[in-house]
T-cell receptor
Framework: GDSVTQMEGPVTLSEEAFLTINCTYT??????LFWYVQYPGEGLQLLLK?????DKGSNKGFEATYRKETTSFHLEKGSVQVSDSAVYFC????????????FGTGTSLTVIP | DAGVIQSPRHEVTEMGQEVTLRCKPI?????LFWYRQTMMRGLELLIY????????DSGMPEDRFSAKMPNASFSTLKIQPSEPRDSAVYFC?????????????????FGPGTRLTVL
């Protein structure tokens, strides 16, 4: 069935380090792909999205490219900050079926000064 | 734009009591989702409405849970009777009609959540 698989956490990085959080998906049709971020005590909020193959979503220094050939949507940031500490969720929206929005399990990121 | 509004933000109740969680989606959104988040199970979709009609309730854990959407601007999630294992953060989310040129659902906008504790 349709699903997303994302990198297990937790991830701990030093400030200004490079971040990659892997996400791969399985889907029928032409899914849209999303990254959400959840800061402590808050709801999830959209970080970026891509709606077709080869699209690159970007926001706040984060980027992810929709790779159909590898069924991936890895999240990257060149230089993380302490304020990026949060849980990151990969998600996909598919075109068929009743349950049409799938979230990954989340990856916790802690950035230390 | 006020965003998705949920109430109450915190609820503490005793086992066996009825609990009602409320959600007001963003105006103009026609899809509404209820999620539950716990450390053990992560984020779980409970039920999904489209145009006020329940489309998929396969995630509702058991008959003690029920959800309604009487109109486009209001939804409730009810637990009766509540049990300690229902303790979690419950999120409501809403989304626009489908992405232009696509049948896929668009971005979901989450409320701040209701933290439920059942003693």
């Amino acid at each position: 069935g349709d699903s997303v698989t994302q990198m297990e956490g937790p991830v701990t990085l030093s400030e200004e380090a490079f971040l990659t959080i892997n996400c791969t998906y399985t889907a029928t049709g032409y899914p849209s792909l999303f990254w959400y971020v959840q800061y402590p005590g808050e709801g999830l909020q959209l970080l970026l999205k891509a709606t077709k193959a080869d699209d690159k979503g970007s926001n706040k220094g984060f980027e992810a490219t929709y790779r159909k050939e590898t069924t991936s949507f890895h999240l990257e940031k060149g230089s993380v900050q302490v304020s990026d500490s949060a849980v990151y969720f990969c998600a996909l929206s598919v075109t068929t079926g009743g349950n049409q929005f799938y979230f990954g399990t989340g990856t916790s990121l802690t950035v230390i000064p | 734009d006020a965003g998705v509004i949920q109430s109450p933000r915190h609820e503490v109740t005793e086992m066996g009591q009825e609990v009602t969680l409320r959600c007001k989606p963003i105006s103009g959104h026609n899809s509404l989702f209820w999620y539950r988040q716990t450390m053990m199970r992560g984020l779980e979709l409970l039920i999904y409405f489209n145009n006020n009609v329940p489309i998929d309730d396969s995630g509702m854990p058991e008959d003690r849970f029920s959800a309604k959407m009487p109109n486009a601007s209001f939804s409730t999630l009810k637990i009766q009777p509540s049990e300690p294992r229902d303790s979690a953060v419950y999120f409501c989310a809403s989304s626009f009609p489908r992405l232009a040129g696509s049948q896929a659902l668009d971005t979901q906008y989450f409320g701040p959540g209701t933290r439920l504790t059942v003693l």
